[in-house]
């Protein structure tokens, strides 16, 4: 990703200088106009959406067609549902995502589940919204490599779109409709609808079995000190912390790329833990292919990293309870798909 900073800081300066505009009148006002309800789950905090980009069923149809589009990429192969597939939370399956020619990314493509809860956005926190999101996997060299004249030249030409655009925003397709519609799609996988959920938010107390419960208590208690950093709704505090994975961090200092604090460097974003059966492997680089890794991993307290997170100690947990933890984490899993847009 770092390979195509330079295009993304030219993007963002357009993206700035056309954000202020508003939707203007056209045949598409009324319907434009047509609120898209959240189906919030039991316990859902309700989300902030921008004022200026209110979440319409024709915005947020007009992203999910774009989200799927592999005429987005270069090569007209990739589509952001190519690194986020819809079956595995909006995650990868891989290590480290494959773009356009071949090439390969530095970070492991996390779950879009719950981004709009999300105050800051990548694993290093270096975009504030979902709008300007949006562009980074757009633009980057190393992903789908676009140019966003040629993108909305190439988007013009398809009347299926251009309809959608001023149904959706009043204006033909350009980079404002294009990063606020897919910012509206994403902003519409909420995650909360797990056994965990019915559980805990539904007071169900058959919703875990014996083992799944025992799991939930190290989870909060002094044994694993999980919710330290996975509580809330979103079972991640959102912050930025050095967990030991690694001694160098050469070629991806994190967070200190952002804040260039020495402080920073090697932390990435606590990943929320829902549907975590689902979004292996993990870690920012995909270093981890199972649960059972992760787990060992919290429980040896870490590498010795002088940047490490003060929470990570040892745990030493029994094998029971190891296998207990793991359990519970996937009860995690949402019972219903992410994607409920029609």
């Known amino acids: 990703?770092?390979?195509?900073?330079s295009r993304?800081?030219?993007a963002s300066l357009f993206f700035v200088l056309i954000a202020g505009c508003v939707k203007e009148s056209g045949s598409g006002t009324k319907e434009a106009n047509v609120p898209f309800l959240l189906d919030l789950p039991p316990g859902a905090p309700v989300p902030v959406i921008p004022a200026d980009n209110p979440l319409t069923?024709?915005?947020?149809?007009l992203g999910k067609s774009l989200f799927f589009d592999p005429r987005l990429s270069l090569?007209?192969?990739?589509?952001?549902a190519s690194c986020h597939h819809p079956d595995r939370a909006f995650s990868d399956t891989v290590a480290l995502s494959v773009g356009v020619n071949g090439r390969m990314v530095t970070r492991n493509a996390p779950s879009l589940a719950n981004v709009v809860y999300h105050p800051l956005l990548m694993r290093d926190g270096g975009t504030p919204t979902l709008e300007q999101q949006v562009l980074i996997p757009?633009?980057?060299t190393a992903e789908m490599d676009v140019t966003m004249a040629s993108l909305i030249t190439l988007l013009g030409e398809d009347e299926n779109y251009q309809t959608q655009s001023m149904k959706a925003f009043g204006r033909a397709m350009d980079a404002f409709v294009i990063s606020r519609s897919l910012a509206s799609y994403e902003r519409t996988l909420i995650s909360g609808s797990s056994r965990f959920d019915k559980f805990r938010y539904q007071e169900d107390s058959t919703a875990l079995d014996p083992q799944e419960k025992r799991g939930w208590a190290i989870f909060n208690g002094d044994r694993g000190k999980c919710s330290s950093c996975h509580g809330g709704f979103d079972l991640s505090d959102h912050s930025f912390r050095n967990i030991g994975t690694s001694l160098d961090h050469a070629a991806d200092p994190g967070r200190q790329r952002i804040t260039l604090k020495p402080t920073d460097r090697g932390k990435f974003a606590v990943p929320t833990l829902r549907n975590i059966?689902?979004?292996?492997?993990?870690?920012?680089?995909?270093?981890?292919?199972t649960l059972e890794q992760v787990v060992d991993h919290f429980d040896s307290g870490g590498l010795a990293d002088p940047n490490k997170d003060p929470l990570m100690q040892p745990l030493h947990l029994s094998v029971q309870e190891k296998q207990d933890l793991i359990a519970f984490l996937r009860t995690l899993t949402d019972l219903r798909p992410l994607d409920r847009v029609e």
């Open 8 to 10: 993304f800081l030219i």
């Open 75 to 80: 090569d007209r192969g990739i589509s952001c």
């Open 57 to 61: 069923i024709a915005s947020v149809k």
């Open 1 to 5: 990703m770092m390979a195509g900073k």
């Open 138 to 140: 757009l633009l980057d």
């Open 277 to 289: 059966a689902l979004t292996a492997p993990y870690m920012h680089d995909g270093s981890m292919q």
